[in-house]
């Protein structure tokens, strides 16, 4: 056991763990943040997706100690003073989601992908999302999300 500090949405956040503890489990069962889901538990399809130091991270195979001194963002990260995200927005708004337990991995790759690459185009899209997992099948919908919020956040994104 030791002492991991991170910053956490924003938020200084420090806590004594197992630092070999899977990012997953300290999220949603020691920090209550269970917008993060459980997907396959190895890395493969997605629904544990978090963003750390601006990068997509798969959270099932990412172990706490790995993210000392960095900044991870979930779901609950993303929206602020009770706004959604653009990207949240544009989930809503082409209902990319059927039952929604993928979403949030879903938004956390397109925010990453947007913050690197924020001219995207559908072709980018969709190679990104490639290996991103939706048992519903709502793909389509999913990357005309994206894209609509890559219009949105172009020159605006945050």
Same mark, same amino acid.
């Given at each position: 056991m030791r002492v991991v500090s991170f910053t956490l949405n924003g938020k200084p956040t420090s806590l004594t763990v197992d630092e070999?503890? &899977?990012?997953l489990w300290v999220l949603r069962d020691d920090l209550?943040?269970?917008g993060t889901r459980f997907g396959c538990g190895e890395g493969e399809c997605g629904a544990c997706t978090v963003?750390?130091?601006g990068q997509a991270t798969r959270s099932c195979?990412?172990?706490i100690g790995d993210v000392a001194g960095k900044h991870v963002l979930t779901i609950e990260g993303l929206a602020r003073d009770g706004k959604?995200? &653009?990207i949240q927005e544009a989930f809503v708004e082409h209902v990319a989601y059927q039952c929604g337990y993928c979403t949030p991995g879903m938004i956390m790759k397109a925010y990453a992908m947007l913050q690197a690459n924020p001219k995207a185009t559908r072709a980018d899209i969709v190679k990104e999302f490639d290996a991103h997992l939706c048992r519903c099948g709502t793909?389509?919908?999913?990357v005309s999300a994206v894209e609509a919020a890559a219009g949105t956040m172009k020159g605006g994104a945050r």
């Open positions: 070999t503890r &899977p990012l209550g943040l269970t963003v750390v130091d195979v990412t172990s959604l995200h &653009p793909h389509v919908r999913i």
